[in-house]
């Protein structure tokens, strides 16, 4: 080859090197500049934003007639100088009406956030959380479907949990269930229960009655388990003398002495615990048909007083009130019904009145009334389930209506 061709085209190939050279010394020396001055194009991964509570269709009770207390809870990735700002949106009939951003205390270094913000009753409500970087918006995450209103634990046997045998649905979309961990629409059957019963319950209509006179969502969690004595109710170790009608959720620890697994009873606990420090109103009690007339349907070895039941409803309201930490009001209804040839109990109808009478439980419906063509046996059927349901919520009403008197009524802004 020509020495001097070769030579042209040695320093052709040196002159293209050194070029690329100073390009990417360029390029280097321009991604420095924007790590220097925005870091977050930098990061090893774009910020993310997850928003842990509220969920949606979640309802928080309301601490006064007029507002309630929502928590603010999630977690941030991947950035270190981010503000945390959010808002609510209350979206009603004649639109959305968002409110101001405001901030919300952050730790980079944890990741974690959490904050309270007071908020009118009513819903739904959308929240909206945002990380801002100088006046850049990096992520923003939103929850849809949450309310400030009147929430109701549920407990006791069958006619309390998803026995009936049509499935109910509510008319309003303001009726949501808790199962410990979700919230949805409050459609038959009932997540949560602890009899895994698949029917129809009250709430459906219980909710429904609710939403309608207070304009509020209503929130219902039932935790009840069918054919369950108040014995079987009992905590963890408490002693049994006389053994109920069936052996679940008990063990024999001697010659006729038995004691309670506390397996309900924790259920029951958890539940009440899972919704926060005063995160209801009040707990309803549908139960009684497994202590009443068991002589009479040929259990009588299995029967205790009408006494004895009121003592240990006595004792499992002072146990769940003490593991709660305050005092919540509970419901007893009148429910001794086995079938139409024994409708009712008086002596046990006797005792959960008594219970009424000496203030440990508030007046719950009389449900031994609900029979002929509003039951399926012990049960409810679809008309029964209505009926079930409204009767519940003139009762709880009553009482309610006398609680929100004695609250402020105002309805404040967001804070």
Same mark, same amino acid.
């Given at each position: 080859?020509?020495?001097?061709?070769?030579?042209?085209?040695?320093?052709?190939?040196?002159?293209?090197?050194?070029?690329?050279?100073?390009?990417?010394?360029?390029?280097?020396?321009?991604?420095?500049?924007?790590?220097?001055?925005?870091?977050?194009?930098?990061?090893?991964?774009?910020?993310?934003?997850?928003?842990?509570?509220?969920?949606?269709?979640?309802?928080?009770?309301?601490?006064?007639?007029?507002?309630?207390?929502?928590?603010? %809870?999630?977690?941030?990735?991947?950035?270190?100088?981010?503000?945390? #700002?959010?808002?609510?949106? #209350?979206?009603? %009939?004649?639109?959305?009406?968002?409110?101001?951003? !405001?901030?919300?205390?952050?730790?980079?270094?944890?990741?974690?956030? !959490?904050?309270?913000?007071?908020?009118?009753?009513?819903?739904?409500?959308?929240?909206?959380?945002?990380?801002?970087?100088?006046?850049?918006?990096?992520?923003?995450?939103? @929850?849809?479907?949450?309310?400030?209103?009147?929430?109701?634990?549920?407990?006791?046997?069958?006619?309390?949990?998803? +026995?009936?045998?049509?499935?109910?649905?509510?008319?309003? *979309?303001?009726?949501a269930s808790f199962d410990?961990?979700?919230?949805?629409?409050?459609?038959?059957?009932?997540?949560? @229960?602890?009899d895994r019963s698949r029917?129809?319950?009250?709430?459906?209509?219980?909710?429904?009655?609710? +939403? %309608?006179?207070?304009?509020?969502?209503?929130?219902?969690?039932?935790?009840?388990?069918?054919?369950?004595?108040?014995?079987?109710?009992?905590?963890? =170790?408490?002693?049994?003398?006389?053994?109920?009608?069936?052996?679940? +959720?008990?063990?024999?620890? =001697?010659?006729?002495?038995?004691?309670?697994?506390?397996?309900?009873?924790?259920?029951?606990?958890?539940?009440?615990?899972?919704?926060?420090?005063?995160?209801?109103?009040?707990?309803?009690?549908?139960?009684?048909?497994? *202590?009443? =007339?068991?002589?009479?349907?040929?259990?009588?070895?299995?029967?205790?007083?009408?006494?004895? +039941?009121?003592?240990?409803?006595? #004792?499992?309201?002072?146990?769940?009130?003490? *593991?709660?930490?305050?005092?919540?009001?509970?419901?007893?209804?009148?429910?001794?019904?086995?079938?139409?040839?024994?409708?009712?109990?008086? #002596?046990?109808?006797?005792?959960? !009145?008594?219970?009424? *009478?000496?203030? @440990?439980?508030?007046?719950?419906?009389?449900?031994?009334?609900?029979?002929?063509?509003?039951?399926?046996?012990?049960?409810?059927?679809?008309?029964?389930?209505?009926?079930?349901?409204?009767?519940?919520?003139?009762?709880?009403?009553?009482?309610?209506?006398?609680?929100?008197?004695?609250?402020?009524?105002?309805? %404040?802004?967001?804070?």
């Open positions: 080859m020509n020495m001097s061709v070769g030579r042209r085209a040695a320093g052709s190939h040196l002159n293209h090197t050194r070029a690329s050279a100073l390009a990417l010394h360029m390029i280097a020396r321009i991604a420095l500049a924007l790590c220097i001055f925005a870091p977050s194009i930098c990061s090893a991964a774009d910020p993310s934003l997850k928003i842990d509570s509220p969920l949606p269709y979640q309802i928080f009770q309301r601490q006064s007639r007029g507002q309630g207390v929502i928590t603010i %809870a999630g977690h941030v990735e991947g950035t270190s100088s981010a503000v945390l #700002e959010f808002r609510f949106i #209350e979206n009603g %009939a004649e639109g959305s009406a968002p409110g101001a951003w !405001k901030s919300i205390p952050f730790a980079p270094n944890s990741h974690d956030f !959490k904050t309270t913000a007071t908020i009118p009753a009513g819903g739904w409500y959308t929240l909206d959380v945002r990380l801002r970087e100088g006046d850049r918006t990096v992520t923003q995450a939103s @929850v849809d479907r949450f309310g400030v209103g009147e929430v109701f634990v549920i407990a006791g046997q069958s006619n309390s949990t998803n +026995y009936g045998p049509e499935p109910q649905k509510v008319s309003s *979309d303001h009726v410990g961990r979700t919230w949805r629409i409050a459609d038959d059957p009932q997540l949560g @229960v602890q029917g129809g319950s009250f709430l459906p209509a219980f909710g429904d009655a609710m +939403y %309608a006179k207070y304009k509020v969502p209503i929130g219902v969690a039932s935790a009840g388990a069918g054919s369950t004595s108040v014995r079987q109710w009992l905590p963890k =170790g408490h002693k049994i003398d006389v053994h109920p009608t069936t052996n679940s +959720y008990i063990k024999e620890i =001697g010659p006729n002495q038995w004691e309670s697994t506390g397996q309900l009873y924790d259920g029951l606990i958890h539940r009440i615990q899972a919704l926060g420090p005063r995160g209801f109103r009040a707990l309803l009690w549908h139960q009684g048909e497994s *202590d009443a =007339g068991q002589a009479r349907a040929g259990f009588g070895d299995r029967q205790i007083s009408a006494e004895q +039941y009121r003592k240990l409803m006595e #004792e499992l309201i002072a146990d769940s009130r003490k *593991d709660a930490g305050w005092d919540f009001p509970w419901f007893v209804a009148q429910a001794t019904y086995h079938s139409a040839d024994d409708p009712s109990d008086p #002596e046990f109808r006797a005792a959960q !009145k008594s219970l009424w *009478d000496s203030g @440990v439980a508030l007046p719950g419906p009389d449900t031994d009334a609900l029979v002929g063509d509003l039951r399926a046996g012990v049960h409810f059927n679809a008309k029964g389930l209505q009926a079930h349901g409204k009767l519940w919520a003139e009762k709880v009403q009553l009482e309610l209506d006398a609680m929100l008197a004695r609250e402020p009524a105002g309805r %404040a802004a967001p804070q």
